[in-house]
C-alpha cells in the first residue's frame, strides 16, 4: 500500500536492490547521510547535492500577521527556516516525467 510518500525504510529498501547492500547496512547508509545534512545544517552551512538542490538556512525578520478567523493582526517573531531549493536537473527531470502523464 503506498502513502504517496517516500520513507527512510524505502530509501534503504532501494539502495538494497540496486546496489546489494544488506537491509543493515542500506538503513545505516541512509541514516548516516540525513545526519551528516542535518550537522551541517545546524553548523550553519548549506547543503548543496549536485543534480538534486541546495538546502540553506534563511533568517526571516519579524512582522504583523493577521488571523485568518478573527483578523485580528498578531505579531509574527523572527525565526529562521530551512528551505529547499531545486537543482535545475531536478526541476527538468520532473517536469518531462510530469508532463508524459
Same mark, same amino acid.
Given at each position: 500500500?503506498?502513502?504517496?510518500?517516500?520513507?527512510?525504510?524505502?530509501?534503504?529498501?532501494?539502495?538494497?536492490?540496486?546496489?546489494?547492500?544488506?537491509?543493515?547496512?542500506?538503513?545505516?547508509?541512509?541514516?548516516?547521510?540525513?545526519?551528516? #545534512?542535518?550537522?551541517?545544517?545546524?553548523? $550553519? &552551512?548549506? *547543503?548543496? !547535492?549536485?543534480?538534486?538542490?541546495?538546502? %540553506?538556512?534563511?533568517?526571516?525578520?519579524?512582522? #504583523?500577521?493577521?488571523?485568518?478567523?478573527? $483578523? &485580528?493582526? *498578531?505579531? !509574527?517573531?523572527?525565526?529562521?527556516?530551512? %528551505?529547499?531549493?531545486?537543482?535545475?536537473?531536478?526541476?527538468?527531470?520532473?517536469?518531462?516525467?510530469?508532463?508524459?502523464?
Amino acid at each position: 500500500m503506498s502513502t504517496g510518500t517516500v520513507t527512510r525504510a524505502d530509501l534503504a529498501e532501494a539502495l538494497y536492490k540496486e546496489i546489494g547492500l544488506s537491509r543493515t547496512e542500506s538503513a545505516a547508509l541512509v541514516e548516516s547521510v540525513i545526519d551528516h #545534512i542535518i550537522d551541517a545544517l545546524i553548523r $550553519g &552551512e548549506s *547543503v548543496k !547535492i549536485a543534480g538534486f538542490g541546495t538546502f %540553506t538556512l534563511r533568517d526571516k525578520k519579524e512582522r #504583523i500577521g493577521r488571523n485568518p478567523k478573527t $483578523g &485580528e493582526e *498578531v505579531p !509574527i517573531t523572527s525565526r529562521r527556516v530551512l %528551505t529547499f531549493k531545486p537543482s535545475q536537473v531536478m526541476r527538468e527531470r520532473v517536469d518531462t516525467a510530469l508532463s508524459k502523464r
